[in-house]
């Protein structure tokens, strides 16, 4: 089936408005997972979802941003008041067991961000 | 705290030769599972190799083999016989509370 994909590809936005990310994971996955990558940074997790839970929201940068999964498929990342910082690419990436199974993470191709 | 580190941000090698990457990381967990993940040019992320920390036997995918040493929480990464397509970020990664990435290794084959 197909894999991981994100829309948009490329979004840019001025600071200020606010933003959201889509992530459709492949059919039957029950975890997904947001990262963010910054240039010449590796992945900061964001959140992870079992199902439409997010057992630990923790690693969200700040109240401007939230994430939900609905019917345990789709999952938005939305960013409030965008800042420049926030200028990254977002991945997704769904697998089919949790965080404590050894099941491979298949990624999106991202959303590059840029915040004017 | 649980931390994944990448010492080496780039690295070269020549056509079939031989490249070793190197990850260290902390975990105070029992049991855990080391990945390799490998980053195109493209951008598209996707698994290289993978270890489950209770094995001791070090897991191999043709080319690819990983050197695990548990006691030395060490967990690195051979390429034999590079080929121009393994041109890429390399991450190293470990499961936990989440999923902890390396910043990552950019390995360049030069014909």
């Known amino acids: 089936g197909a894999g991981v994909s994100q829309s948009p590809s490329n979004k840019v936005t001025e600071k200020g408005k606010d933003v959201e990310l889509r992530c459709d994971p492949i059919?039957?996955?029950?975890?997904l997972y947001w990262y963010r990558q910054s240039l010449g940074q590796g992945l900061e997790f964001l959140i992870y979802?079992?199902?439409?839970?997010?057992?630990?929201k923790s690693g969200l940068p700040s109240d401007r941003f939230s994430a939900e999964r609905t019917g345990g498929s789709v999952s938005t990342l939305t960013i409030q008041r965008t800042q420049q910082e926030d200028s990254a690419v977002y991945l997704c990436?769904?697998?089919?067991?949790?965080?404590?199974?050894?099941?491979?993470?298949?990624f999106g191709p991202g959303t590059r961000l840029t915040v004017l | 705290a649980q931390t994944v580190t990448q010492s080496q941000p780039e690295m070269s090698v020549q056509e079939a030769e031989t490249v070793t990457l190197s990850c260290t990381y902390d975990?105070?967990?029992?049991?855990?599972?080391l990945f390799w993940y490998k980053q195109p040019p493209s951008r598209q992320m996707i698994l290289v190799i993978r270890q489950e920390a209770y094995k001791q036997q070090n897991a191999t995918e043709n080319r690819f083999s990983v050197n695990f040493q548990k006691a030395a929480k060490s967990f690195s990464l051979k390429i034999s016989d590079s080929q121009l397509g393994d041109t890429a970020m390399y991450f190293c990664a470990m499961t936990g509370n989440q999923f902890y990435f390396g910043t990552g290794t950019s390995l360049t084959v030069i014909p």
């Open positions: 990436a769904s697998s089919l067991g949790g965080l404590a199974s050894r099941d491979e993470q298949f």
């Open positions: 975990t105070s967990e029992s049991n855990y599972y």
């Open positions: 059919s039957g996955h029950t975890a």
């Open positions: 979802f079992q199902g439409n839970s997010a057992p630990d």
